[in-house]
């Protein structure tokens, strides 16, 4: 995988992470540039370690599969890309929650949801010529970048954009997918 694809590859797995922090940044009254960091933080971490522990999954079972690899990752991809569009697609819930704080637990569990995407992403790395110390660096950090920007952001964008950013992420999936398999045929 090239470095752009991978750059590509990164930003996409955080576009759901993008999404959950406009979110959570709209449900606090005045977010704090520190708080937007150790969120930031928190699902960047997830979201790097996700794609690893997928990544194990899929090399213990690379021999076996191994002639159909690249048809695997675009299949995965694709599949991923399609239910962030679908996601992206489904209208806003008119509810919306104003907790007093974000709790560690709370983001964690927020940024385990939408770590999972990425789980299954390495899955299909293991079937690719990729570093996956590299890759998950670069989610990590676009994650905590996206998410950081997103708290942000959150106030004043709200959930429109939110669902924008998925449905753009699920676009950049599937086209990393085509890329893939177009390079292998």
């Known amino acids: ?8 590859l990164a930003f996409a797995m955080s ?10 940044g709209a449900s606090l009254k005045k977010p704090s540039f520190s708080e937007a960091l150790r969120m930031g933080f928190i699902f960047g971490s997830i979201e790097a370690i996700t ?10 079972a690379s021999s076996y599969v191994e002639a159909w690899a690249h048809w695997i990752a675009f299949f995965l991809l694709v599949v991923l ?7 992206g697609m489904k209208p806003a819930s008119e509810e919306v929650e104003k907790p007093s704080s974000h709790s560690f637990l ?34 990590g950090l676009a994650t905590t970048f996206m998410v950081t920007l997103g ?9 429109v954009l939110g669902h924008r950013a998925e449905i753009f992420g699920g676009l950049t999936l599937i086209a990393v997918g085509v890329w893939i398999l177009l390079g292998h045929l």
Request: glycine share 12%; no cysteine.
């Open 15 to 24: 576009t759901d992470a993008f999404a959950a922090a406009i979110g959570k």
């Open 106 to 139: 709370k983001v964690s569990l927020t940024a385990i949801g939408t770590s999972i995407d990425a789980m299954a992403v390495g899955v299909g790395l293991a079937f690719i010529n990729v570093n996956i110390w590299i890759a998950a660096a670069l989610i």
């Open 81 to 87: 890309g399609l239910y962030m569009i679908y996601e």
């Open 1 to 8: 995988m090239n470095p752009i694809a991978l750059l590509l």
């Open 51 to 60: 794609p690893v522990i997928g990544w194990l999954i899929g090399k213990s």
């Open 151 to 159: 708290v942000m952001l959150g106030r004043t964008i709200g959930s």
